[in-house]
């Protein structure tokens, strides 16, 4: 079973590029989340999705940034006009509902933005 | 509003000395709490969780205990390993109907285990 594929694992793009991250769940996980680490910081929570669903978007900035989790492939964050100081790590994270359990969420390695 | 505090770092250590990374948090409700360690270059591996008050999670040596009463999750280890250098993080999930939602950690820990 594959753990969290993201891709790509670094990415560099001019300020005013876009920049499209891609990350595809855990086999049988319906439910990601996105989160940015800035340097020196811990994680931020951005989105959290289910299949073609935005569950909470409470932590994304409310302008350039757009998610999403279609019901085929993977799931998207799109940073539109990037400037400088969206460098960072950006990590995706998936888990499964089953029901009133509580699971973990499941860590890919991340994509590491870098704005030039 | 639900937080997560933990020791700044770096914390240097000898190989074989004590760990203790300290994690207090505030949160409504009753969360899980979470250790994340992230090794260079990598994401974040779950180290170990606890979900209710007075768990004990354990994991390579390294355990926490659930304290509702003094909102911790303090980590520990009693003997380090050079491989033990990492960043931790401290964690709390906010559940949505039972299922963890989104993790709100703290700033992390940056151990160095020195030989």
């Known amino acids: 079973n594959a753990g969290v594929m993201q891709n790509p694992r670094h990415l560099v793009r001019r300020r005013g590029q876009e920049a499209r991250l891609r990350c595809s769940p855990m086999?049988?996980?319906?439910?990601v989340y996105w989160y940015r680490q800035l340097p020196e910081e811990g994680l931020k929570f951005m989105v959290y999705?289910?299949?073609?669903?935005?569950?909470?978007e409470s932590g994304m900035p409310k302008e350039r940034f757009s998610a999403e989790f279609p019901k085929e492939g993977p799931s998207i964050l799109r940073i539109q006009q990037v400037v400088r100081g969206d460098s960072a790590a950006y990590f995706c994270?998936?888990?499964?509902?089953?029901?009133?359990?509580?699971?973990?969420?499941?860590f890919g390695q991340g994509t590491r933005l870098t704005v030039v | 509003g639900n937080s997560v505090t933990q020791m700044e770092g770096p914390v240097t250590l000898s190989e074989e000395a004590f760990l203790t990374i300290n994690c207090t948090y505030t949160?409504?409700?009753?969360?899980?709490l979470f250790w994340y360690v992230q090794y260079p270059g990598e994401g974040l591996q779950l180290l170990l969780k606890?979900?209710?008050?007075?768990d004990k999670g354990s994991n390579k040596g390294f355990e926490a205990t659930y304290r509702k009463e003094t909102t911790s999750f303090h980590l520990e280890k009693g003997s380090v390993q050079v491989s033990d250098s990492a960043v931790y993080f401290c964690?709390?999930?906010?559940?949505?109907?039972?299922?963890?939602?989104?993790?709100?950690f703290g700033k992390g820990t940056k151990l160095s285990v020195k030989p």
């Open positions: 994270a998936s888990s499964f509902r089953p029901g009133a359990q509580v699971t973990e969420a499941f």
């Open positions: 086999k049988g996980h319906s439910h």
């Open positions: 999705l289910q299949k073609e669903n935005i569950i909470d």
């Open positions: 949160a409504t409700g009753y969360p899980s």
């Open positions: 606890a979900t209710k008050a007075d």
């Open positions: 964690a709390l999930s906010v559940n949505y109907g039972g299922s963890q939602g989104n993790l709100i």
